[in-house]
């Protein structure tokens, strides 16, 4: 490709609204324009980048056995009433009408609509297992879109569900799939790491994430220094919220509610007085506060609402006079019950809570009667929520550490939920109808284009791994007016295209110095510039990952970059 006939808008200067390396240098090297909050374009660099992620993930799905498909973004909300999610999944869920004012969905997530067809299809024993994977635009309202293509609006992702008559069967395709994401993002070049994880709104059981590590990433993972032991602690999301609360420039001291009584004086008259309250804690949300209090038992809400508020002597019984009052939201969670383990179910809850406030997809959150198993789930990974750094791992071999991760992917054993509620069966070897059993696998096909930006850069710009690189050759004819470097470039150009190589020529009238600087930051491995020494057929070589530049003939050039 010539860089004339392309378009790579590069940029000088630091976008100011760029908060991380990959946002800002895949907008400084032109990959990547914004287009609306959440939604991008990804320009022709960028096309050719998330083609090869594209392509290495379909030869590894197609390698697990896993077929092609592509279903309809707009999904008929019928489906998802079926399924309890049109209401369940809360506003990431983007809505529309038609013209005759049906309802539809933009597909966040393809369970509804692959359950229906399969529903339709599968019929009998003897057609399982099968397992079917699309590549497409998804669209998730996020409550707060940031980092670029990290956190988008509209995004690509690769979902694949597989079917299956029996538990064993959904394991092996299950272990093939986390294989597969192994293969996938080694081949990306990513420093991974795949690690047992909390299965959220999607409901099932077995599950887990590939996360990327990095100082960025918004989950954070614990993991032992001496065994493949790693899981994420969800908790992190309410440590993020917090602690964005207590940032100077919106710090909770700072605001007052209606009645002059800061939020923070009433959170801690509330941990000291109110013994029956087990936690308290107020969250800034996008300027919103929150005020959840998790209660003992039963009885104890409304009283202790009272306590709290008795120095302005005001008789409240009902949320809504409260949240009035203190300008505020204000949830309780309770009766919390099994005493000996109640902190950790608080904290869960709390955890429920913040995710339905924040806009994070909770299915059936109970504001009150919350029981474990119901409401959230229990089981061994609770107790790493309270899991501190040098801890003894829980599987017995060394010491918790902490690292931050990016989730590219992640696999669930879903079990029936989804073929229990669309009533997709199959019949059995006796001709009884059972309950399909299905798993479903995700990766975010844009998030992991950012991630390996994030992991590869420097202060010039991006730096990307061959696999991944829109190109594998910048050619750089330094004076597109002297015609023997002109030539020379032209017949290189002609040449390293014969022997199948991916080469951007960059043919614009431009100063030297803008050339080099366009080109550390978009980053390709192998940069060869065509300069005075042209007439003697002397070619300048330099690998982007290094900082070392060395001439070659231009006889030598092939065998230099191979
Ligand atoms: P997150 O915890 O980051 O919100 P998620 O758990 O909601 O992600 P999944 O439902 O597991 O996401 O979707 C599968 C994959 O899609 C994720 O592992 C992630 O890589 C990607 N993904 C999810 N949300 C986004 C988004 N807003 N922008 C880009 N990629 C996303
Ligand atoms: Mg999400
Ligand atoms: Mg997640
Ligand atoms: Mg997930």
New binding site residues.
């Given amino acids: 490709m010539r860089q004339s006939m392309t378009l790579i808008p590069t940029l000088r200067e630091v976008p100011a609204d760029a908060e991380v390396k990959s946002h800002q240098l895949l907008l400084r090297a032109g990959f990547i324009r914004q287009t609306a909050s959440?939604v991008y374009t990804y320009m022709p660099l960028a096309k050719r980048a998330l083609d090869k992620i594209e392509k290495i993930i379909r030869e590894e799905m197609e390698k697990a056995g896993a077929a092609e498909i592509l279903m309809p973004t707009l999904q008929p909300a019928e489906l998802w009433q079926e399924s309890g999610r049109w209401d369940g999944y809360g506003a990431e869920l983007m809505r529309m009408e038609d013209r005759h004012g049906r309802e539809f969905a933009l597909g966040?997530?393809h369970e509804e609509v692959i359950t229906a067809i399969v529903k339709d299809e599968l019929k009998s024993y003897k057609r399982l297992p099968l397992t079917l994977y699309q590549i497409q635009t998804?669209f998730?309202d996020?409550k707060r879109?940031r980092f670029g293509?990290?956190?988008?609006?509209e995004?690509?992702?690769k979902?694949a569900y597989s079917f299956h008559a029996n538990q064993e069967s959904l394991d092996l395709v299950y272990d093939k799939i986390y294989e597969a994401y192994n293969n996938i993002f080694s081949r990306c070049g990513l420093d991974f790491r795949a690690v047992l994880?909390d299965s959220?709104?999607?409901g099932g059981k077995d599950t887990q994430?590939?996360m990327v590590l990095s100082e960025i990433g918004?989950?954070t993972i614990a993991y032992s220094d001496s065994s493949p032991y790693a899981a994420n602690i969800e908790m992190a999301e309410v440590k993020r919220t917090y602690e964005r609360s207590t940032e100077p420039e919106r710090s909770l001291t700072k605001i007052e509610t209606p009645n002059q009584k800061t939020i923070e004086d009433i959170s801690s008259f509330l941990e000291v007085k109110s013994e029956d309250c087990i936690k308290s804690l107020v969250f800034n949300v996008d300027g919103e506060f929150v005020l959840i209090l998790v209660r003992g038992d039963h009885e104890i809400n409304d009283i202790k609402v009272k306590n709290i508020l008795q120095a302005e002597s005001v008789e409240l019984a009902e949320h809504a006079d409260i949240e009035k009052l203190l300008g505020c939201s204000v949830g309780s969670i309770g009766p919390v019950q099994l005493p000996s383990e109640i902190k950790i179910y608080a904290d869960l809850a709390i955890q429920s809570m913040v995710n339905a406030v924040c806009g994070?997809?909770e299915e059936g959150y109970h504001f009150t009667g919350v029981q474990p198993e119901r409401d959230f789930k229990v089981d061994q990974y609770a107790d790493l929520r309270f899991i501190k750094e040098g801890d003894p791992s829980p599987d017995g071999n060394g010491t918790i550490h902490f690292a931050r991760g990016?989730?590219?992917?992640?696999i669930?054993k879903l079990g029936t939920k989804y073929s229990d509620a669309l009533e997709a069966k199959y019949l059995d070897e006796n001709g009884k109808a059972q309950s399909i059993i299905m798993g479903c696998y995700?990766?975010?096909?844009?998030?992991?284009f950012?991630a390996i930006a994030e992991q590869y850069n420097d202060e010039h710009g991006l730096k990307w791994p061959k696999n991944i690189a829109p190109y594998q050759v910048h050619l750089i004819p330094i004076n597109m007016k002297n015609e023997e470097q002109k030539d020379l470039a032209e017949s290189l150009y002609q040449e390293l295209l014969q022997q199948g190589y991916e080469v951007l020529m960059d043919d614009r009238i431009e100063r030297p110095g803008v050339k080099f600087k366009d080109a550390d930051l978009i980053g390709l491995p192998i940069r060869v510039t065509i300069g005075k020494k042209a007439a003697d057929g002397i070619l300048e070589v330099k690998l982007r990952n290094s900082s070392e530049t060395f001439e070659i003939h231009k006889a030598e050039l092939l065998a230099t970059i191979a």
């Avoid at 293509?149 to 609006?153: E, N, P, T, V």
């Avoid at 990016?406 to 992640?410: L, M, N, Q, R």
């Avoid at 995700?442 to 992991?448: A, E, K, N």
């Fill in positions: 959440g966040p997530t998804k998730r996020e879109p293509l990290l956190r988008g609006r995004f690509i992702m979902d994880a959220g709104a999607i994430e590939f918004e989950d994070a997809n990016i989730e590219v992917g992640h669930f995700g990766i975010g096909v844009s998030r992991t950012s």
